[in-house]
């Protein structure tokens, strides 16, 4: 998911770079992947209304034609609920996350959000209202006030605090020798994924977008950490209309609806106990990973006495 986040931010990211002028060459091709550009409509409007639901009609997709990704996937996300995908590596989660943002146009079938198809939009008023929390967030070599007031320069140092607060980073700025000026990034302070997570929500609450995507992977957080995101993360979602992308599933037994998507289809739908009870696809990911979660937490517990 972290290339989602890419095309929004690379022009900064890549002006910083070379400011420092320490190009790592390689990673810098990374950044400049970027999807080919999707133009707004000549007569394309704000999208209207304040966020809502979202809405996949019947959607194609492939990046390229002879590779079909989706093949006619449909759902609906209704205003303020949660919906999550789950399904494995490759079934084309974020594809359906990137098709939201409009990084690609869809093939055949239609993308709504409160009504309008997105194609009919402007891609700034359309990305304006969609948030993202990445598994991997990037931060800029710059300070953590920088980092979170980024995309929303009007902030008020009000907003700013109120954010930090929001996103359980207070504690851990407090003990910073700079406080909100501490530099983080590569030539700053090291930052651990956990707090990374919180300074991209941080960011998103700033923000304050009515739709969001999250990337609920936390697989690089112990299971302490791991439940304290989660926790915020469901405040953060509470109210918004959300999409969130699952690979643990121990992270979307709140969801309002899950879909399981298999190569490209949804194969299942429903909540948690629904598809529990139904014993298909998700209830064998459910119990595959339910075992392998309690293995881990099992050698968390001897490697901590
Ligand atoms: P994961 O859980 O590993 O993140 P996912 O379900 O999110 O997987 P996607 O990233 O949506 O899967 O990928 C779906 C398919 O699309 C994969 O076969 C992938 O190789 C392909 N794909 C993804 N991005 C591109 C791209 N930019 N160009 C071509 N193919 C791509």
New binding site residues.
């Given amino acids: 998911?972290l290339?989602l986040f890419i095309p929004l931010n690379n022009l900064g990211f890549v002006y910083r770079e070379m400011r420092e002028s320490l190009i790592n060459i390689e990673r810098m091709f990374g950044l400049l992947?970027q999807?080919p550009q999707v133009a707004d409509r000549l007569d394309a409007v704000p999208l209207r209304g304040n966020g809502g639901e979202v809405a996949f009609e019947d959607v194609h997709f492939?990046?390229?034609p002879e590779?079909p990704?989706?093949h006619g996937v449909s759902f609906t996300v209704p205003r303020g609920h949660k919906v999550a995908?789950v399904?494995?590596?490759?079934?084309?989660?974020?594809?359906?996350?990137?098709l939201l943002f409009r990084f690609y146009d869809v093939d055949s079938g239609r993308i709504r959000v409160n009504g309008q198809d997105i194609r009919d939009v402007t891609q700034e008023s359309l990305r304006a209202a969609i948030g993202v929390v990445p598994q991997d967030t990037v931060l800029f070599n710059d300070t953590i006030r920088y980092n979170i007031a980024y995309g929303n320069p009007e902030a008020t140092e009000a907003q700013i605090l109120d954010a930090v607060r929001r996103a359980h980073l207070d504690h851990f700025i407090e003990q910073l020798p700079n406080g909100l000026e501490t530099v983080v990034g590569e030539r700053g302070l090291k930052v651990s994924g956990g707090e990374k997570q919180r300074i991209a929500i941080a960011r998103v609450l700033l923000k304050n977008p009515p739709l969001l995507v999250l990337?609920e992977?936390t697989s690089s957080l112990d299971s302490a950490s791991e439940q304290a995101i989660l926790a915020t993360l469901q405040e953060v979602a509470e109210d918004r209309t959300t999409l969130a992308?699952a690979?643990r599933l121990s992270t979307i037994r709140d969801a309002d609806t899950i879909l399981v998507?298999e190569a490209?289809r949804v194969v299942e739908r429903g909540s948690h106990d629904e598809l529990l009870a139904r014993d298909g696809p998700y209830a064998r990911l459910w119990h595959y990973q339910d075992r392998q979660q309690r293995l881990a937490t099992n050698q968390e517990t001897v490697a901590a006495r």
């Fill in positions: 998911l290339q992947y999807p492939g990046y390229q590779r990704i989706l995908l399904g494995p590596s490759g079934a084309g989660k974020s594809t359906i996350a990137r990337d992977a992308i690979h998507l490209g």
